[in-house]
């Protein structure tokens, strides 16, 4: 009971709660405070109001708060504006527009101070009954504008990295609570991007681009006095060229919002960043001698070089100098003023002198080398990399420039010799060694200490190898005796095959282990004498070639024979066949073979591979292999140049010619790739023999040839067996069933087998019909075709290979392949049974929908044609108070 008494209580409460619901009229929240001249909007919206969805709305406005209100625009009547602003509405200056059905927004294009006052917005009554308000005011303050923007013109040509000043001057008179903003942006061609915005309420906001270049303090806001601010953009490169503009805004703040009364945008100026690549020059003298272009030293001098930058912007940039010899680096002073010294890292020419690089003045930098040699010789440049910070320790290179080149020279005797080479040892055929001297004569002139080196190079003879123009180096001897390999004769150095050894002091040797033919050809050996310098390193001193020696003897190509011959005879199908295969060479080493066993059926016939073993004995089955007989072939090598192939089993398909193709391989080193030498084909071996076994005969029938669809098809197979028959239990049949789609096609597919063992394999088919294979009796098979289909319709075949039981050799036998006639199955179409359901279903839903119509129509001709009258309740006044 007492559960009772609440819900009646919540449903009483809902009920008063929806009938308190009434009409209210909301505006713009005031007080509004726009400037002359500029647009005015105000909207106005209802809620809570019943009638149509669609609302409509009257303006109305007085000059005070109680004075007489005098009409502006309305949503429906077009004679409702005064005669002070008729002519304002009709030229568009004030115009209403909806927003939506309950809501609209008067507008004023070009507000004037006579526009100050009070406006209302009221709504014509749809309601039932009189509730809630009708109409809102809002009070609209017009003030003169004021605003003021004034700019200083920038500097239409920066330096690259130098900073940038942009002032701004912005005023207006103070007579309501408004506020200011300042925004400085650049265009650059159609786009233009807002570097930073200062206000209205003392806060600063920056552009996407300036962002971080701002909070690095790449980007300076100075506020100063009677409305002047100057932005500051530090360390311009080429991307701040462009177009600058300087907007001033007066805003208000209403509701919470700040409000755009009216802006003014003046453009400073345009300013070009000059690149510090422009002015940049660099220039390297020597100290002793400032417009000469070459310097002559003698050795153990010292040599001072200077490095002279200029540049317009010269105090902003951080400078990277490095010295360069020959275009090699010597020595670098960072832009941190870190120096980093190349000179101590040895080459294949040895040290060079130890140098030094310090700052003397303003873009000045001075390069000493102590103790020259004749290494340091060379042109000598002055290479400078001017970077500009960014701010945030982030740096961009702005220009790289490169002194022209000064030369420097080191007078020096260098050491002179003679060459001469022979062959030690002559190959008289490939694979014999060979052994090459080179003897250095009548030396001069190498100082105490020096060394000799040596370096081997190969020519090709004409029509052996790839590129016979070509030198190829083999490898070298350098002044402290290490061997340094070129990659083509790198795998032949490091095992042992090529060697290059230093006999003597002023004697050399290549030897060779085995000669191939690509070594034949011309060899020179290039001697180069080392001298020890200042800071006892090599130093390469001079150097001089051999004439070329001529390495070259006659070739004889391999050649390889092989001889076949049967080792058993299958004399009777089922024995066990074996052939050998020996080989002899000519003019060939150590090698290795690969054997291919090959098999024709008659001299015209195509050649099949039963069995492949590489040289590496990886035995593989060829293509013409049954994989049910693998386990019946061997091949195996049973001697050094001798190879066996073994065959059991054999049957009456296996007759024919057998015989063996080898192929000889070579290797230069161990575990490298197999090359190929030469190749031979046996002579050929026949296995034929003779079996007196039974005959077999094949036949096909089939009691209809023609069905209706979804019927089974049956076509019997039969097979009869003449001659010295064997029994049941030794007799066996592999049956496989062909289809074509038409008759006498090339097309044919198989259906279904089986195979002696008694398993059934089915192949795909284009048709949903099924298909299944009976065996009705020894030599009879049976194929049924369930649920033909149209696509069933086509001659079908049966091919049968018969296996006997061998009363000669107790083996296996396989018959040959028996092929049966054609006949020709056909699936026929019935027109009128597929018909009679479809014309029954659409006579029946036609009835039914005709009948449905009928009844239909007579409804909607009783219930709902009735004429009822409807008197339109006027939108142009207040609904009169007292109905009900």
Known sequence: MKMDTCLLTLVFGVLMLGGCLARVVTVSPGPLIRVEGQPVSITCDVKDYSGPPEQDFEWMMSREATGAKKKMISTFDTGYPDPLFS????????????????????????????????????????????????EAQVKLTVIPNTLRVSSQTP???????????????????LTHPTYLSVTWSVKKGTTSEEILTFGPQGDVVTGP????????????????KDGLFELVISRVTSSDEGIYECNGT?????????????????????????????????????????????????????????????????????????WLADGREIITMERSGVVISNTSSSSAQGKRGEATLERTGAGEYRLGVTGVSGEDGGAYTCRIRAFIEKGGRR???????????????????????????????????????????????DITHLPPGGRLGVTWEHTTLPGIGDDPQTSHPIGSLDGNGNLLPESMYSDRLKSGLLSLTRVQPNTFKLRFLRTQEIDMGQYVC????????????????????SSPLTVRWDTKRPSLNVVAKVTR?????????????????????????????????????????????SPDNVLQHGGATDPNRRDSLVLTK???????????????????????????????????????????????????????????????????????????????????????????????????????????????????????????????????????????????????????????????????????????????????????????????????????????????????????????????????????????????????????
Not at 90 to 108: F, H, M, N, P, T
Not at 209 to 224: N, Q
Not at 402 to 429: C, N
Not at 691 to 714: L, Q, R
């Open 569 to 613: 005879e299958a004399s009777v199908g089922g024995a066990t066949f074996e052939m050998s295969c020996t080989v002899t060479t000519h003019n060939l080493g150590e090698a290795g073979y690969s054997v291919l066993i090959q098999t024709q059926d008659n001299l015209q016939s195509n050649v099949k591979t039963i069995m492949t073993l």
């Open 155 to 173: 500097p239409p040509v920066v330096p690259e990295g130098s900073d940038m000043t942009l002032s701004c001057n912005i005023t207006r008179q």
């Open 250 to 322: 007066e805003w208000t703040h209403e509701n919470g919002k700040w409000i755009k009364i009216v802006e003014s945008t003046k453009e400073m100026g345009t300013v070009a960043v000059t690149p510090t690549g422009r002015s940049l020059s660099v220039n390297a003298s020597s100290s002793s001698s400032p417009s000469s272009t070459s310097l002559l030293l003698s050795p153990g001098n010292t040599l001072s070089l200077l490095c002279s930058i200029v540049a317009d912007n010269l105090p902003a940039l951080a400078l990277e100098v490095t």
């Open 395 to 441: 740096w961009h290179m702005a220009a790289e420039k490169t002194s022209s080149p000064l030369t420097v020279k080191v007078s020096q005797i260098k050491p002179s010799f003679k060459l001469t080479i022979e062959a030690v040892l002559s190959p008289q055929m490939t694979a014999e060694p060979t052994e090459l001297a080179c003897h250095v004569i």
């Open 526 to 545: 290039t001697v180069s004498a080392w001298s020890i310098n200042s800071q006892g390193g090599l130093v390469k001193t001079a150097q001089n070639q």
């Open 209 to 224: 681009k300036y962002t971080r270049r701002f909070a690095d303090g790449g980007i300076r806001l100075v506020p100063g």
């Open 638 to 884: 049973s001697g050094a140049t001798e190879f066996r192939f073994r065959l059991a089993g054999v049957q009456l398909s296996d007759r024919g010619f057998y015989w063996c193709d080898i192929t000889a391989w070579t290797k230069q080193l161990p575990g490298q790739t197999w090359t190929r030498a030469t190749n031979a084909e046996s002579n050929k071996v026949k296995i034929d023999f003779q079996e007196n076994g039974p005959t077999f005969s094949i036949t096909i029938h089939s009691d209809v040839s023609s069905v209706y669809p979804w019927e089974t098809a049956k076509m019997e197979c039969s097979l009869s067996v003449s001659g010295s028959s064997p029994k049941t239990d030794d007799l066996a049949y592999e049956v496989r069933w062909f289809f074509t789609r038409l008759r006498g096609g090339a097309t044919t597919s198989q259906v279904a087998s089986l195979d002696r063992f008694g398993v059934v394999r089915k192949d795909a088919r284009n048709s949903s019909s099924d298909i299944s294979i009976e065996r009705k009796g020894t030599h009879t098979y049976m194929l049924n075709i369930h649920g033909t289909q149209d696509s069933d319709s086509g001659e079908y075949h049966c091919v049968a290979t018969p296996w006997y039981l061998s009363a000669s050799t107790g083996a296996w036998t396989q018959a040959g392949e028996l092929t049966s006639t054609r006949i020709f199955l056909t699936v026929r179409f019935a027109v009128w049974e597929s018909l009679q359901l479809p014309l029954f279903y659409g006579l029946a839903a036609s009835i039914g929908v005709g009948l449905f119509s009928l009844v239909l129509g007579l409804v909607c001709a009783h219930c709902c044609c009735r004429n009822t009258a409807h008197t339109p309740r006027s939108r142009n006044k207040l609904m009169d108070l007292e109905m009900d």
């Open 87 to 134: 002519k304002r509405v009709a030229s568009g200056d004030i115009a209403v527009e909806r927003l939506q059905d309950d809501e609209v927004e008067l507008k004023i294009a070009e507000v004037k101070s006579t526009d100050a006052g009070f406006y209302w917005c009221q709504t014509p009554s749809t309601d039932s009954s009189f509730s809630g308000n009708y």
